[in-house]
């Protein structure tokens, strides 16, 4: 780096201490990260689960290494790319894509998202609202109008939209079938927002191409062609935390 009238004191004790690095990329934080260290986030997350759900993390290799890929992601970590349970082989990772995570039942795919729901609550580059893809359901079901149906699509379209347990609503029923949740995530991906679901598997085998395929079946195969483009794929795996 030269120095030049625009650097300060800081850059000239900083490239003193550490000649070989290029103070102009450092300046370059990334959000995320100049919100929260990897430590900072964990720790939060910790306690805000045991708030949450009563009971302390528990703290097993495949829970660990579940919730890894989500903490990559949410702190810009370039360690997301080779995390083992990103599919990179069916979706090609991206920050910018949101996050389709699939998995068994009682596995933590609700627990987690509702914590950092939580914790990024006040940041609003981080800020997403969560919805339950049956709550989305009722809520069109009782729409008595079109133009009210239009308005709770609208009301819930947004940039930082989690869509919890797709596939396990009904195909709405309200003077005609909609699947909502397609539409939702149709507008959200015209629109470039980030899109959060989670899904469980579809079949006992848990075999995740056949999950996307009986996605596909439900909700068009057009739909099924924008899941790649709109998520990263994440599979969880384990035994159900239920008890
Ligand atoms: N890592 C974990 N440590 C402790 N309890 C957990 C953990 N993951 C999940 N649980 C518990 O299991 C319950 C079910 O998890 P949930 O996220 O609802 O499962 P699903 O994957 O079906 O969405 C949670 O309410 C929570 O109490
Ligand atoms: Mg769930």
Request: charged residues 25%.
């Amino acid at each position: 780096m030269r120095l030049n009238q625009t650097h300060t004191s800081n850059d000239i004790i900083n490239l003193i201490k550490n000649p070989n690095i290029n103070n102009d990329c450092q300046k370059k934080i990334k959000t995320t990260q100049e919100i929260f260290t990897k430590k900072q986030l964990w720790n939060i997350f910790l306690y805000e689960f045991k708030l949450m759900f009563g009971v302390s993390f528990i703290d097993t290799e495949q829970n660990t290494n579940n919730i890894k890929a989500l903490f990559y992601y949410f702190l810009d970590d370039d360690a997301f790319f080779t995390c083992n349970n990103v599919k990179t082989d069916i979706s090609k990772p991206s920050f910018k894509k949101g996050l389709m995570v699939v998995g068994g039942y009682g596995i933590g795919k609700t627990a987690y998202f509702k914590v950092f729901e939580k914790i990024f609550k006040s940041h609003s580059s981080l800020r997403f609202t969560s919805f339950g893809a049956k709550e989305l359901v009722n809520k069109y079901e009782v729409c008595l109008t079109s133009v009210d149906k239009s308005y709770m699509i609208n009301q819930t379209v947004r940039s930082g939209l989690s869509i919890d347990d797709i596939n396990s609503e009904r195909t709405a029923n309200n003077f005609g079938k909609c699947e909502v949740i397609e539409e939702i995530l149709f507008i959200q991906n015209e629109k470039k927002y980030r899109t959060f679901v989670t899904c469980n598997h579809t079949n006992p085998e848990n075999n995740i191409e056949q999950t996307l395929l009986d996605l596909g079946k439900r909700y068009g195969g057009r739909s099924h062609d924008r899941f790649f483009e709109m998520f990263n794929i994440i599979e969880f795996t384990g035994k159900s935390m239920r008890r």
